[in-house]
């Protein structure tokens, strides 16, 4: 999560089955940055999703 405030440090809440981890770190933010990143890149567009399903039930 990034602030409007460029002094306030980014931090980032990691989800987990069983509570969460907050980090604060600059360098574990921004591997986590860096792994959303490349999710959204890799990411099927809404119409590829439709598609894609339809190859897998052929």
């Known amino acids: 999560m ?4 460029p002094a306030d ?3 980032l809440f990691l989800e987990q089955d069983h509570g969460g ?3 604060e770190e600059a360098d574990e933010v921004a ?3 860096q ?3 490349h999710l ?3 990411a ?3 119409g590829e999703i439709i598609d894609r399903l ?3 039930i052929e």
Do not use: I
């Open 2 to 5: 990034g602030f409007l405030d």
């Open 35 to 37: 792994l959303a990143d």
């Open 31 to 33: 591997h986590y940055r």
């Open 54 to 56: 339809r190859e897998l």
């Open 40 to 42: 959204r890149l890799v």
């Open 9 to 11: 440090p980014l931090v």
């Open 44 to 46: 099927l567009r809404p």
């Open 21 to 23: 981890l907050d980090l």
